[in-house]
């Protein structure tokens, strides 16, 4: 890891009852039931911003997982992201509690107007203070189209055509629609923006048709900080292309390190500096004050867990259904897959132990989804951290969340102090916007993004007359 480099943690989170790790709701110390108590996210926010976490990170879906056994049943019974709430509505209020963590929310640019989208994000924008991300996603469930009034999903690289669009509509509204001198507030005068700073974005493309002024004075940061997951041919072109942030599949660290650098390389092929884009992996972690500590508490866990429910994520996802084969019977992927998850359908190709089983996805899902946790002492978690960094080249982690909040106050009160001892992380929080703190380059996003390729240029004018009486 390269001088002065620290690791970034994300906890990664969802407003449901279940996420990733099914099942886990039902441990006796588990709190995730009061998901629709506003109380209990501002005591998880106060938690994180106390561990110095970057930002809380909250997954979404728009519809409901129903290829498993060729319906909801198991989604429903094993609250497997269902009933699951809007994570917008989340952050004003966690916000209001804190003043550095950051919040990205999940949002399905297949499902979004642009218009309205623009203005919700400016306006969370505005609220935190410029702590806002936006983790973009493209959908790849039939249940979430057919719930937006669509037959099934558009194919996979057509969404992707689509989404270009779709962010260089939003660019527009959030870039170039208000000059930065536009907001005057002059009391005396009567004049709260001047209208000649201010204009119509005009938009015609082959998916939407705009003609209109963006409805939000310009926020700290304008355009939001950017993450995206794309790990297929397309998504990985969109991603290079788009995002300042990017997940990548956890499938060990020689893979991750072969995918970074196809990132890297990627963005700088588009234009960007490689080092503009942060990466990260997804972690699963159960920490004890010692190591049998730790393998108790992860025994404890795996009571609890529902791997069936695990299975039926991973076959909407995939779209896959695996109750269509026998425990022990080779799952062939097929064309079936092929709106799914590509990344994901990739990754059940056969293995050492040959082609996947029923069997040995359940038997690979011990707490209740995919991940494999990193069991230990924080020394021992941190090894495997630092280890991570320096092999694959990425920038951090969004940690997975088991039962929460314990998982989390694991990470804040007994890993972070160690990794600050090893020089690996923060002491505390810098100044100015969620960009800012991640990249040091100002609110705005970086030159070489398209965003930033929108901004108009300064104009001549007299000192603004904030505020003044």
Same mark, same amino acid.
């Given at each position: 890891? #390269?001088?002065?480099?620290?690791?970034?943690?994300?906890?990664?989170?969802?407003?449901?009852?279940?996420?990733?790790?099914?099942?886990?709701?039902?441990?006796?110390?588990?709190?995730? /039931?009061?998901?629709?108590?506003?109380?209990?996210?501002?005591?998880?926010?106060?938690?994180?911003?106390?561990?110095?976490?970057?930002?809380?990170?909250?997954?979404?879906?728009?519809?409901?997982?129903?290829?498993?056994?060729?319906?909801?049943?198991?989604?429903?019974?094993?609250?497997?992201?269902?009933?699951?709430?809007?994570?917008?509505?989340?952050?004003?209020?966690?916000?209001?509690?804190?003043?550095?963590? #950051?919040?990205?929310?999940?949002?399905?640019?297949?499902?979004?107007?642009?218009?309205? @989208?623009?203005?919700?994000?400016?306006?969370?924008?505005?609220?935190?203070?410029?702590?806002?991300?936006?983790?973009?996603?493209?959908?790849?469930?039939?249940?979430?189209?057919?719930?937006?009034?669509?037959?099934?999903?558009?194919?996979?690289?057509?969404?992707?055509?689509?989404?270009?669009?779709?962010?260089?509509?939003?660019?527009?509204?959030?870039?170039?629609?208000?000059?930065?001198?536009?907001?005057?507030?002059?009391?005396?005068?009567?004049?709260?923006?001047?209208?000649?700073?201010?204009?119509?974005?005009?938009?015609?493309?082959?998916?939407?048709?705009?003609?209109?002024?963006?409805?939000?004075?310009?926020?700290?940061?304008?355009?939001?900080?950017?993450?995206?997951?794309?790990?297929?041919?397309?998504?990985?072109?969109?991603?290079?292309?788009?995002?300042?942030?990017?997940?990548?599949? /956890?499938?060990?660290? #020689?893979?991750?390190?072969?995918?970074?650098?196809?990132?890297?390389?990627?963005?700088?092929?588009?234009?960007?500096?490689?080092?503009?884009?942060?990466?990260?992996?997804?972690?699963?972690?159960?920490?004890?004050?010692?190591?049998?500590?730790?393998?108790?508490? @992860?025994?404890?866990?795996?009571?609890?867990?529902?791997?069936?429910?695990?299975?039926?994520?991973?076959?909407?996802?995939?779209?896959?259904? @695996?109750?269509?084969?026998?425990?022990?019977?080779?799952?062939?992927?097929?064309?079936?897959?092929?709106?799914?998850?590509?990344?994901?359908?990739?990754?059940?190709?056969?293995?050492?132990?040959?082609?996947?089983?029923?069997?040995?996805?359940?038997?690979?899902?011990?707490?209740?989804?995919?991940?494999?946790?990193?069991?230990?002492?924080?020394?021992?978690?941190?090894?495997?951290?630092?280890?991570?960094?320096?092999?694959?080249?990425?920038?951090?982690?969004?940690?997975?969340?088991?039962?929460?909040?314990?998982?989390?106050?694991?990470?804040?009160?007994?890993?972070?102090?160690?990794?600050?001892?090893?020089?690996?992380?923060?002491?505390?929080?810098?100044?100015?916007?969620?960009?800012?703190?991640? @990249?040091?380059?100002?609110?705005?996003?970086?030159?070489?993004?398209?965003?930033?390729?929108?901004?108009?240029?300064?104009?001549?004018?007299?000192?603004?007359?904030?505020?003044?009486?």
């Amino acid at each position: 890891m #390269g001088a002065g480099r620290q690791i970034r943690l994300n906890a990664f989170e969802m407003n449901a009852v279940g996420h990733i790790a099914h099942g886990l709701w039902r441990h006796p110390r588990d709190r995730a /039931t009061s998901y629709t108590d506003i109380g209990w996210w501002q005591d998880l926010a106060r938690c994180l911003e106390r561990g110095l976490f970057d930002g809380l990170f909250l997954a979404d879906v728009s519809g409901i997982y129903d290829v498993y056994k060729g319906g909801p049943e198991t989604a429903i019974a094993h609250a497997m992201q269902v009933p699951v709430n809007d994570p917008a509505m989340l952050v004003p209020a966690m916000a209001a509690v804190t003043r550095h963590l #950051g919040f990205g929310i999940t949002a399905n640019l297949s499902q979004e107007p642009p218009y309205l @989208f623009a203005r919700r994000m400016s306006t969370l924008d505005h609220l935190t203070r410029g702590r806002i991300a936006w983790n973009i996603v493209t959908g790849f469930l039939d249940s979430a189209a057919r719930g937006a009034g669509q037959g099934a999903q558009m194919d996979h690289d057509a969404r992707y055509d689509r989404a270009d669009e779709y962010m260089e509509l939003v660019y527009k509204l959030w870039e170039a629609s208000w000059d930065d001198d536009a907001v005057v507030r002059d009391r005396v005068a009567g004049i709260y923006a001047r209208p000649d700073r201010v204009r119509a974005i005009h938009h015609h493309g082959r998916f939407f048709d705009l003609d209109a002024i963006h409805l939000s004075e310009p926020s700290p940061q304008r355009t939001p900080v950017l993450f995206q997951a794309g790990a297929s041919a397309r998504g990985l072109a969109f991603a290079a292309t788009h995002a300042e942030c990017i997940f990548i599949p /956890t499938t060990g660290r #020689g893979s991750a390190a072969t995918l970074t650098a196809r990132i890297r390389a990627a963005v700088a092929a588009a234009g960007r500096h490689p080092r503009d884009v942060k990466i990260f992996a997804s972690l699963m972690t159960v920490i004890g004050r010692t190591e049998a500590e730790a393998r108790e508490k @992860f025994e404890d866990y795996g009571r609890y867990a529902a791997a069936e429910a695990g299975l039926a994520q991973l076959a909407a996802a995939t779209g896959i259904d @695996f109750a269509r084969f026998a425990p022990d019977e080779p799952i062939v992927v097929t064309g079936e897959a092929g709106n799914g998850i590509r990344s994901l359908v990739a990754q059940l190709g056969a293995g050492d132990d040959g082609p996947p089983t029923v069997n040995r996805l359940l038997a690979g899902m011990t707490l209740g989804g995919r991940f494999k946790p990193v069991v230990g002492t924080p020394e021992q978690v941190a090894d495997e951290i630092a280890a991570w960094i320096a092999e694959a080249d990425i920038d951090g982690f969004n940690l997975i969340r088991t039962v929460t909040p314990d998982c989390f106050a694991d990470v804040a009160d007994l890993l972070v102090p160690v990794l600050q001892e090893r020089g690996l992380y923060k002491h505390g929080y810098g100044d100015g916007t969620l960009r800012d703190r991640l @990249f040091g380059q100002g609110p705005r996003p970086a030159p070489g993004h398209p965003a930033a390729a929108l901004r108009q240029p300064a104009t001549p004018s007299t000192p603004a007359a904030e505020d003044r009486p």
